[in-house]
Structure formats: C-alpha cells, structure tokens
T-cell receptor, first 116, second 113 residues
Framework: AQKVTQAQTEISVVEKEDVTLDCVYE???????LFWYKQPPSGELVFLIR??????QNEISGRYSWNFQKSTSSFNFTITASQVVDSAVYFC?????????????FGTGTKLQVIP | DTAVSQTPKYLVTQMGNDKSIKCEQN?????MYWYKQDSKKFLKIMFS???????INETVPNRFSPKSPDKAHLNLHINSLELGDSAVYFC????????????FGQGTRLTVV
C-alpha cells in the first residue's frame, strides 16, 4: 500500500515570504513517481512537477523549487518570495513506476494563503 | 481552446436520478481518467481508460460507469444518485507510455439533494 502525507493542512504567509510545503510518502515499490499539483480557487488542477525516484536532484523552476530526499521519503516544495497568486491548495501525489496514473495516490492537500 | 473540457460545470439533481458528465480532450492523448474530490478536498482516482483497457478502482460503486464513444471523449454515467455522490468530479488525460503530464479539466461540482 502507498500513502502520501501532507501534515500541513493550512499555511498563511505574508507576501514575499518563503514557504515550504511538506510531503512525506510511503511505498513498498522500489521505483515510483512523485508529483505536485496546484488547485487555485477557480478549482482546476494544474500540474507542477513530476519526479522519478531514480532522480534525487533538486529542481528549480522560477520561484518554485523541490527537494526530493529518498532517505527520508520526502518531496518538499518551496515557494520563494510568495505572491498572492500562489494562494491555492497544493497536492503531492505518488504512483508506482509500473502502475500508471490509475494507481496514483494523492495527499490531502495543503491550503496556502498568501496575504498581501 | 481548452485542453480538457467538462460539462456541465455545476450539476444539482435529486436522489435516485441518473446523470452524465461529459469530458472531451483535444490533446490527442491516449488515456483518460475520472477522479473524485470529496468535500475535504481528498482526490481519488475512479477510472482510467485507453482504447485498449478500462481499469476500475475497486472501491467505485457499479452505479458509476465510464463510456467512451471515441478516443477524445470519456463520459461518466451515474445511476441512482445518492447523497454521498456529491463531490467534484475531474476528468483528466495523458499520453500513453511513461509518465507524461496529466491535464485536468476544470471539474464538475455535483450536488445531490
């Protein structure tokens, strides 16, 4: 069985602050994929990143960065210099390499509120 | 043009009714999905389907059935609606092979009264 835990239910930060969203996962699979999705107030789900378990390199995309640490089973997401437009619910997800999207498990989400 | 579009965006109906939610993708993807998001924002996959295979999450009641008239469409039919079916339903699509990005529709908020 696999599990994704996003312990932070809600986070509030003031604009321009940095914020880290935690994601801890459990899986018995040796190879797997991790994802982050953003769900803004308008409701749609927006893909942010996919990470293969083979690749532990951190990734940076603009103000977004991801820290994947296999040793602690964590895939944390940091937003630097947060903006009001970052306000959304963020989901971490996991799927086994062999399973495809049909075996994806989502975390319960972290609601981020960026206060102007 | 919207990549993955669902209709309707809102659906209010009475218990016991049968309803359908339509989904269309114009990305040329091979695989489509239906997800359910409950009131606590928990997301769970219901079905995945390509032109070869339908994979059903075993926890989904058989009142729910996907229908795919062609590769670009995957509609969701729900029979004998129950109060607990109230949720937001998302359609998504991806290309087959590997783990490409999955594109989601904007969701359909179903309210059963």
């Amino acid at each position: 069985a696999q599990k994704v835990t996003q312990a932070q239910t809600e986070i509030s930060v003031v604009e321009k602050e940095d914020v880290t969203l935690d994601c801890v996962y459990e899986t018995r699979d040796t190879t797997y994929y991790l994802f982050w999705y953003k769900q803004p107030p308008s409701g749609e789900l927006v893909f942010l990143i996919r990470r293969n378990s083979f690749d532990e390199q951190n990734e940076i995309s603009g103000r977004y960065s991801w820290n994947f640490q296999k040793s602690t089973s964590s895939f944390n997401f940091t937003i630097t210099a947060s903006q009001v437009v970052d306000s959304a619910v963020y989901f971490c997800a996991l799927t086994p390499n062999s399973g495809g999207y049909q075996k994806v498990t989502f975390g319960t989400g972290t609601k981020l509120q960026v206060i102007p | 043009d919207t990549a993955v579009s669902q209709t309707p965006k809102y659906l209010v109906t009475q218990m016991g009714n049968d309803k359908s939610i339509k989904c269309e993708q114009n990305l040329g993807h091979d695989t489509m999905y239906w997800y359910k998001q409950d009131s606590k924002k928990f997301l769970k996959i219901m079905f995945s389907y390509n032109n070869k295979e339908l994979i059903i999450n075993e926890t989904v009641p058989n009142r729910f059935s996907p229908k795919s008239p062609d590769k670009a469409h995957l509609n969701l039919h729900i029979n004998s609606l129950e109060l607990g079916d109230s949720a937001v339903y998302f359609c998504a699509s991806s290309q087959a092979g590997g783990f490409p990005e999955a594109f989601f529709g904007q969701g359909t908020r179903l309210t059963v009264v």
